[in-house]
């Protein structure tokens, strides 16, 4: 148990190159279950979730071997096991990811139902939805889901609702499946594509990823090939809404600018100056920001996992800025912190109203979720005085070394064990 300590109140200023999407690469991990060869992934984050699916890569007999900080080469083992580690699954929702690709390659395959951020409900009803068009049946049993194929047949699916995770994890079945798939009304999240290319480099058959339209065509066997994973939209849009918090200047490489349009305009609206080119996104603070209205919907949309960083700068804005969050029940938690530290934020179920103040106050905060976590340190950078972020674990999921990339933008910031903490007075 950690926490993260920050002086706050000085702009942050740099460059700094931004690191493989958390999201693309749980699922490009369970995706290299499918295959007999060896594949590369390259560029993947250093964070818990990713070293989490690879145990579990491991548990199931991958041999999977890290070379360089980012790459890591997956190969099969004699013998790939249809049960998953229950007491490792269970620690993020990605591990469903496994129910795709296994139910493709064995057949079977027994998951421990997902965990994740407490967000919502949170429910897998279209995943399943799915696997039964496909010609597989589910089980619910001993907190597990189990599926379960004689034969794994193209279907047609027409999921009720724009979702990720569901969207991937067809079209992993579907990949192995005989015949052809047809998704419909499918999610059209950068992920997505990423995960259909790197089916496709594989030697398999995924068109139409990022459309709503996604046809797959079963292949037998699937090959080797090296893929990189792509740039973190939500990491790029959380230091573009620290930089515009701290009031500074920063530029961040590697980024693919077309997936954070909705981010960009948003802070454009908001009086920041943003200079976009092929791969670098800059942002220099506007002293005067203005408020302005988020409303989260699936991509192209404003993204859910940035409306919380999103909070943290726009309660600083002039005016009142009305935040409606359409993906999730309960993803406010974060305002009731940002409020300890002098936010006037009001939630209404799926609304909240930030009336912006002056600035935040350090105070002693508590990280509930991922990107909550991430919302606090940013109000951290941009407060007076001294912020305590506890509830470190929930960053370290999905955030690469947060600490040392916001000192190399010259913020004080560090972490510390809880047993070391300074008495606060
Ligand atoms: N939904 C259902 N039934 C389903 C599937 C989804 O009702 O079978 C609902 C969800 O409850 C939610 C909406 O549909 O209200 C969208 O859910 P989606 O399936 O798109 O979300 P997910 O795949 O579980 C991924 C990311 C989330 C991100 C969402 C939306 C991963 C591992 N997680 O979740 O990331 O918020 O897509 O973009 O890819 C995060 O990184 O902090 C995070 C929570």
Known sequence: MERIIIEGGIPLKGTLRVNGAKNSAVALLAAAALTDEEVVLDNLPEIVDVFVMIDILKAIGMKVTRRGKFEWHIAAGDH????????????????????????AKKGKVNVALPGGCQIGARPIDQHLKGF??????????????????????????????????????????????????????????????????????????????GTETIRVTGVKRFGSCVYSCIPDRIEAGTFMFAAAASGGDVTLS????????????????????????????RVKANPNPQAVNIKTLPHPGFPTDLQAPAMAFLALAQGESQFHETIYESRFGHAEELNRMGANITVNGQRAVAQGVEG????????????????????????QGTTYVAGVEHIDRGYDRIVDRLQSLGAKIRRESRPNWPKIV
């Open 360 to 383: 935040y106050v350090g105070a002693e905060v508590t990280a509930t979720n991922l990107r909550a976590g991430a919302s606090l340190v940013i109000a951290g950078l941009a407060a």
């Open 132 to 209: 039964t068009a496909l010609n597989a049946t589910h089980l619910l049993e001993d907190d597990q889901v189990k599926l379960n194929t004689e034969h794994l047949k193209g279907g047609h699916v027409f999921f009720d609702m724009s979702t990720v995770g569901a969207t991937i994890n067809v079209m992993l079945a579907a990949s192995m499946a005989e015949g052809t798939t047809i998704m419909e009304n499918a999610a059209l999240e950068p992920e997505v594509i990423d995960v259909a290319n790197f089916i496709n480099a594989m030697g398999g058959s995924v068109r139409g990823a």
């Open 80 to 103: 790939l096991n249809y049960q998953t580690p229950s007491d490792i699954a269970v620690k993020l929702r990605a591990s469903y990811y496994f129910l795709g690709s296994l139910l």
């Open 254 to 281: 590697n980024v693919i600018p077309e997936h954070l349009d909705a981010v960009v305009a948003k802070l454009r609206e908001s009086g920041q100056e943003i200079d976009v080119t092929l791969d670098t996104i």
